[in-house]
């Protein structure tokens, strides 16, 4: 009965703003998210795969899925990471591309000709 | 030079000339693939040198921690970048191509693909691309213009200078040819006349041996050498002595050639039926004079006596009809062919024959001989219009 109430708040908030409820309190203080965005972009280049791939490590993580360089690696062992459920974690994964997204800082600067 | 001998030298003009430029522009077809693909390796070459800049650009972008990222655009050249998806990224223009490695043109503008990994930025295709070097492309068709032009007027100028030092031994050989016959005419001129003035003259004495079998054989004899000299004669000067093409009275001319053979026709007993109309002919005098006394003589000799010869002369065509012996329908293919193998066993025609057919190749005659044995020949000239 606790759990069943716990999965459907979760499910509600998780909606809301799932970065900031669920990861922002680690992640504003160890590893930043834009660290961890452009690590993925350098893997996985699109923004489906790092959903994909990055969503699958957060509901079952371990060190083989890891994106993390060997030296971030040791500080913090990936197999520790808190685990999410599937709809948490895509969620907050596509927030975090849509807040860290590279290509919305471009512009293109006029060409002399 | 003369005419069968212009043509033959202007179809080895064209020969040579045709077969020598082929060969040149198979040369040129060579360097031109060469020369293309060279342009495109400077243009590949470019290209890979700016992707490498941009690429640089990109790794230190992606490094980066500024709010604000200015794209790498180079002055001549558009980049842009894709993810492995395929999707468009960003870039200074928003190429619609197929995203594969390598290079290639579309358009008026020479693309490279490269694949990029790590996906700096999440770029896994990057592309770049710069207008297609026309300047080099121009250049490149204009020095083969200029080559081919150059070539052509060396080819030309090289046949005329070998066609004139191959035709130079023939002309040469022709002219001995011209030069022995025309000495050798001269030479018989005097014998021949000297045999038939001597046999008339002996026929006013001798009255009673007039009628001698031996003595019409030598006659006969005389007047066969005296025409076979006439027809040497004609070969000679229709080599040598330039044609004085005007238009003639073809009408006119064929009457007095009729009035000169009447004494002739006469004397076997050969009625004439002639119809004549008015017929202008554009040639040289002496050639129609031959043409008409060939074909009169002929007629004359080959019909038996007390038989007819039948002459119309239109505005479209000439048509001798004789009585005569005919000709063997196997020996009509040759007969006008017999040029030196004049042979008496074989329809005896000598060279007259062979002389018409050569004045009708000249003026461009349709001439035709029909003939039926022991019926008589057919002769028909038609003036081409």
């Known amino acids: ?113 | 030079m003369f005419p069968s001998e212009k043509k033959s030298f202007y179809r080895f003009l064209a020969i040579y000339i045709f077969s020598t430029l082929l060969l040149v522009l198979v040369g040129e077809y060579f360097y031109y693939t060469f020369a293309l693909h060279k342009i495109e390796d400077e243009e590949r070459r470019e290209l890979k040198k700016v992707s490498n800049q941009i690429l640089w650009r990109l790794k230190e972008l992606h490094q980066s921690f500024s709010k604000k990222l200015e794209y790498p655009v180079i002055k001549g050249f558009h980049s842009a970048i894709f993810d492995i998806d395929k999707n468009y990224l960003i870039g200074d223009f928003k190429p619609n191509i197929p995203l594969q490695e390598g290079s290639f043109i579309q358009g008026d503008l020479f693309f490279l693909v490269r694949k990029v990994k790590p996906h700096y930025l999440g770029a896994a295709y990057l592309v770049v691309a710069k207008k297609k070097d026309q300047q080099a492309y121009n250049n490149l068709l204009k020095e083969l213009l200029v080559f081919t032009l150059f070539s052509l007027v060396v080819i030309v100028l090289t046949a005329v200078i070998l066609g004139k030092l191959f035709l130079k031994p023939l002309k040469e050989t022709v002219t001995l040819l011209d030069n022995f016959i025309k000495d050798a005419t001269h030479e018989l001129n005097t014998p021949i006349n000297t045999i038939i003035t001597n046999i008339e003259l002996f026929k006013e004495f001798n009255p009673h041996l007039k009628e001698d079998e031996e003595l019409k054989r030598i006659e006969i004899a005389s007047w066969r050498l005296q025409k076979i000299f006439s027809d040497l004669s004609f070969l000679k000067l229709h080599h040598n002595i330039k044609k004085n093409i005007e238009i003639l009275e073809a009408d006119e001319i064929l009457r007095e050639r009729l009035l000169y053979f009447q004494p002739l026709a006469l004397s076997k007993s050969l009625a004439i039926f002639s119809t004549i109309e008015e017929c202008k002919l554009e040639m040289d005098r002496n050639d129609l004079e031959t043409l008409f006394d060939n074909l009169i003589s002929n007629a004359i000799k080959y019909t038996p006596p007390l038989k007819a010869i039948y002459i119309t002369l239109t505005p479209r065509e000439l048509v001798i009809r004789d009585e005569g012996i005919g000709i063997d329908k196997k020996d009509l293919e040759f007969i006008t062919h017999r040029f030196f193998r004049a042979n008496k066993d074989k329809g005896g025609f000598g060279l007259g024959l062979a002389i018409v057919r050569k004045i009708c190749e000249y003026y461009g005659f349709e001439l035709r001989i029909e003939s039926k044995k022991n019926r008589g020949t057919k002769v028909t000239i038609r003036w081409r219009k």
Do not use: W
């Not at chain 1, 069943?4 to 998780?14: G, H, R, S």
């Not at chain 1, 280049?45 to 790092?50: A, E, L, N, T, V």
């Not at chain 1, 197999?79 to 919305?104: M, R």
């Open chain 1, 1 to 113: 009965m606790e759990k069943i109430t716990f999965v459907l708040l979760v499910e509600v908030i998780a909606f809301a703003n799932a970065l900031h409820t669920y990861c922002d309190r680690c992640h504003l203080q160890y590893i930043p998210y834009q660290m961890i965005y452009k690590r993925a972009l350098l893997l996985y280049s699109s923004k489906r795969r790092i959903l994909e791939n990055l969503t699958n490590f957060l509901i079952d993580p371990s060190a083989s899925k890891t994106i993390l360089p060997p030296g971030l690696r040791n500080r913090f062992d990936p197999n520790e990471h808190p685990t999410f459920p599937k709809s948490v974690a895509q969620e907050a994964i596509k927030e975090l591309i849509e807040q860290e997204d590279l290509i919305k800082r471009f512009y293109i600067p006029k060409k002399e000709e």
